[in-house]
T-cell receptor, first 115, second 112 residues
């Protein structure tokens, strides 16, 4: 099992460029999440999905879009990157509510710099 | 409005001593709490959790204590080892809540 994987690991964008971050999980988890981590801010939820074809906004959704076309994949898009989106992005997944645990499994992260 | 707070950004401890990391929460609906550990350039990894029906949960060197009346939890690491040096995040959730709310993290440095 690879667990949760993220592509790419690093990326540098110029302001206004677009890109898509890919998250994949092989644990058959229903729920998937995108977070950003900034110094002194902890992990903040951007968007999440509770199943294929569903998405919902988290704490800091502005400037991002997501899609969950397949259960195992969760894509995070930046349509027009801004320097404020320089961050480390983490994807996570978990089994559904009611199955005994709230534990989320995290990917290794994508470090994004917007110049 | 930060619902989960870790007021100590950093903590330094000597090897072999106890490390105590603290976390406070404001939302009384939270009934499940987790601690994650994060090394540089890696994703957070789950460490230990506790349900609000308990006031203590132990796993090897790691113990989490929950004080519901004070809305406070703490993670004890005994004895601390240099390999425990990492950032520790506290997180909380509630029954029916699909998300985790994370604190800002505490950086633990265990020196030999």
């Amino acid at each position: 099992n690879a667990g949760v994987t993220q592509t790419p690991k690093f990326r540098v964008l110029k302001t206004g460029q677009s890109m898509t971050l890919l998250c994949a999980q092989d644990m058959n988890h229903e729920y998937m999440y995108w977070y950003r981590q900034d110094p002194g801010m902890g992990l903040r939820l951007i968007h999440y999905s509770v199943g294929e074809g569903t998405t919902a906004k988290g704490e800091v959704p502005d400037g991002y879009n997501v899609s969950r076309l397949k259960k195992q994949n969760f894509l995070l898009g930046l349509e027009s990157a801004a320097p404020s989106q320089t961050s480390v992005y983490f994807c996570a997944s978990r089994i559904p509510q009611g199955q005994g645990t709230y534990e989320q499994y995290f990917g290794p992260g994508t470090r994004l710099t917007v110049t | 409005d930060q619902q989960v707070k870790q007021n100590s950004p950093s903590l330094s401890v000597q090897e072999g001593r106890i490390s105590i990391l603290n976390c406070d929460y404001t939302n009384s609906m939270f009934d499940y709490f987790l601690w994650y550990k994060k090394y540089p350039a890696e994703g957070p990894t789950f460490l230990i959790s506790i349900s609000s029906i308990k006031d203590k949960n132990e796993d090897g060197r790691f113990t989490v204590f929950l004080n519901k009346s004070a809305k406070h939890l703490s993670l004890h690491i005994v004895p601390s080892q240099p390999g425990d040096s990492a950032v520790y995040f506290c997180a909380a959730s509630a029954t029916g809540f699909q998300k985790l709310v994370f604190g800002t993290g505490t950086r633990l440095l265990v020196s030999p």
